[in-house]
């Protein structure tokens, strides 16, 4: 049972995080196409960014991978970039480019083996240290969809979110999603999220960014320990 001293404190700092909920926050967007399309669900409701009083930026861009540093150095990029800024919360989500060989030492490992795994492993948890280290106060990592009408996709999803998964969730100031999604959620090209789903999506978006108000790292983190089950049910219920 906790002590009455450790219910004050606890109680105080929830007190400031709510004073400092009516402050502006900075949310960016981080990966590929479908990061790219969690940045069209919020920037489409600006009368939310208004009510919330966030300032949105985009870092995420199309055909951007954690396998092909060789073309470009996303996570490079992340870190190297001066005039790239900080952002109160980070929506990440990578991967559906991901599903080929990694090229390490000069050398192909082929995809899929437990090379492949470890190497990944490694990718995403320097991209991620970075995030939180240089230009993050929080991460949430969104995890790949079910690609329900692109089977090429959807039978390697799970070896992108496994992946991701285990890493992501051992470090600090990160929380990972997954978004439900079925057939009816994906536009022309049977691979990205359709203007009706983007919509739906971005006030549940609003409500986990809104939420992180309310976290205060480290002492109080106890005090909200359903927050994470919170998220999961808020994009759960988008579909």
């Known amino acids: 049972m906790r002590s009455s001293k450790e219910l004050a ?17 900075s949310v960016a967007t981080i990966g590929d196409s479908f990061a790219d399309s969690l940045y069209n669900s919020l920037h489409s409701r600006p009368d939310l960014i208004e009510r919330s009083n966030i300032k949105l930026m985009r870092w995420s861009r199309p055909i951007v991978g954690l396998t092909r540093t060789d073309v470009f150095d996303y996570t490079g990029w992340l870190r190297d970039t001066k005039d790239l800024g900080f952002a109160d919360v980070c929506l990440v989500e990578i991967g559906s480019n991901d599903m080929q060989s990694i090229r390490v030492a000069g050398q192909w490992v082929a995809y899929g083996s437990p090379q492949w795994r470890e190497a990944y492993g490694a990718r995403t948890r320097e991209m991620a240290q970075i995030l939180v280290g240089r230009r993050c106060g ?11 009408k692109r089977d090429a996709l959807a039978c390697h999803r799970e070896l992108i979110n496994e992946v991701q998964r285990d890493v992501v969730r051992l470090l600090v100031r990160t929380g990972v999603l997954e978004v439900v999604t079925n057939e009816g959620v994906y536009g022309q090209d049977k691979t990205h999220f359709n203007r009706a ?42 579909v």
């Not at 929080?138 to 329900?148: A, C, D, K, R, T």
């Not at 939420?211 to 049910?233: D, F, K, L, Y």
Request: glycine share 6%; aromatic share 8%.
């Open 197 to 238: 789903f983007l919509l739906q999506l971005g006030p549940a978006l609003f409500q986990i960014v809104d939420a992180t108000r309310q976290i205060v790292p480290a002492r109080c983190s106890a005090c909200h320990g359903n927050w994470e089950a919170s998220r999961m049910a808020s994009l759960a219920a988008c």
């Open 9 to 25: 404190q606890c109680c105080l700092l929830l007190l400031i995080a709510l004073e400092l909920s009516g402050q502006s926050r």
């Open 138 to 148: 929080e991460v949430l990592w969104v995890l790949q969809p079910g690609f329900e």
